[in-house]
């Protein structure tokens, strides 16, 4: 009875963003070089549940890097209690983005992949933090060492977009 009521909230981890955000966007200029510039732009994410709650999704929409959109499946896994994330947008069109996997850890979710930038192997990190405050913040870190360090290239902070929320 008790993993099942823990399996329960985990399913749930991601409630705290289902709805209508306005998204700040900082990201790296160049990554892995040492670089210091950071773009800055707007965006709007749409998220919801879908195979009834099991997972969610969500679209990114922005003007800004010449536009574009982006989409996050989020998917549960029951008997690993871990979430897979995975990313793509119309910058590329038909590439899924390996997945990520990871859990929460009360206010907290870190997330670990690996994938490739610029023919390099890498690993990618996410990070969700303030999932408790209304206004949840997202981060996205590259490693070229296992993890002994990392580099954030990409911050999203969000706030409701104030009419569903």
Known sequence: MGNALL????????DFFMGRWRVHNRVLRHRLVG??????????????????????????????CGGFVGMSFRFFDSKTDLWSIYW??????????????????GDRGVFLGEDTFEGRPILV??????????????EQ???????????????MEFAPAGDDR
């Open 125 to 138: 990190r996410f990070i969700w933090s303030d999932i408790n405050t209304g206004t949840p913040r997202w």
């Open 7 to 14: 399996e329960a909230q985990a399913v749930r981890d991601f």
């Open 88 to 105: 793509a947008d119309s910058r590329r069109s038909g590439t899924l983005d390996p997945p990520l996997y990871g859990s929460f850890a």
């Open 35 to 64: 670089s210091d510039d950071w773009d800055e732009f707007e965006a709007t994410v749409a998220a919801h549940p879908i195979l009834d709650g099991l997972g969610n999704q969500d679209e990114f929409r922005t003007d800004a």
């Open 141 to 155: 870190a590259f490693s070229e060492d296992d993890g002994d360090t990392w580099e954030t290239n990409w911050i």
